[in-house]
C-alpha cells in the first residue's frame, strides 16, 4: 500500500514538476523576445522545435521505441506529417508571439482554453451533447477569459489586440495537437510521435525564418536561456510527464497541467515585476476550475486504430 502510494507521488511530482517546466520556459521565451537584440517568435520556434525533435527521437531510440516505425505505414506517415504542420507548429509559434505581444503569464492563461475548444469540436462535428459539468465548466472559461482580456469592463480591452489573437489561436492550437495524433499515439508511442512531429514543424519552421539566419549574438545568458528553453522546457518537461503517466492516470495528470499557468504567472509576477491584476488572477482561475470540470467529467470518443501492416 505504502508502494503504491509513493508511486503516485511520484507521478504526481512528474506531472507537475513537468508542467511547471513548461511554464518557465514560456516566462523565459518573453526575455529573449525583448531588450537589445532580441529574438524573433519564428527563429526560437525553428531552433526550439529541430533540436528538441532531435533529442526526443534519439532519446526514444536509445529506450527502444522504433522511431522509425511509423514511416512504414503509409496513412500513419501521414497522420505523422500532419501533426508536425498544423498541430505542433501553430502550437508552439502562437505561443511565442502571443508571449511577443504582451507576457506569458496571460499567453499561458488563454492557451488554457484549448481544452474548451476540444468540447467544441466534439459539441459540432460529433454531435455529442455536453454534459452538466461541461456547460458549467464552458461558462467558467468564458466569463474568464473574459475578466482577462477586459478586467471586468465592456468599454476596452486589458490587454493588445494581438495577444488576445494569437492567445486564442494557441488555445485552438492545443485542440488540434491533442486531436491529431491520437490515432498514433496508442500504435507508436508518444515519445517517436511527438519527437517526429517537433523535428518536422522545426525543418518546416527553416522555411519561413532559417535557423541560421538572424542569430542573435551569443552571449553566455542568451545561450543557457535558448538551452533552457529547449532542454527543461521542451525535452524534460515532455520525458517528465510522459514517465507520470506509468504512476498516475491521465486524467490526474492533465489536472496537474493547471501548474503551467500557476508557475508562468507566479514567475513573471516575483521575476519579471509583470503587472497582474484582480481581474487577472480570478479570471485565470476560473478557466483552471473550468478545465478541472472538463477533465474530471469528459468523455472523448475512442481514436480510430491504424491497420500496422
Known sequence: MKQTQNKRLLGILLASGGATLWGVSGVIAQTLFHGEHAVTPAWLTAVRMTFAGILLLTYSALRHQQPLRVWQNKRAALQQVLFGLLGLIPIQFFYFLAIRYGNAAVATILQFLGPIVITLYYIVFHRQ??????TIGMVFALVGAFFVVTHGQLTHLAVSP?????????????????????PLLPVY??????????????????FIQPIWVGVPPLTPTRVLAISAVILFGTLLAFVMY?????????TTASLLDAFEPLAATVISITVLHIPFSWADGLGGALIIAAVVMLTMGYRMPKATEIDDS
Do not use: D, K
Open 189 to 206: 508511442g508518444a515519445g517517436p510521435v511527438n519527437g517526429w512531429g517537433l523535428l518536422i514543424g522545426g525543418l518546416a519552421m527553416n
Open 162 to 182: 494581438a495577444l488576445l489573437f494569437w492567445g486564442l489561436m494557441s488555445a485552438v492550437a492545443v485542440a488540434s495537437s491533442t486531436l491529431l495524433p491520437r
Open 242 to 250: 510522459a514517465v507520470s503517466l506509468l504512476y498516475i492516470s491521465p
Open 129 to 134: 451533447l455536453p454534459s452538466r459539468a461541461e
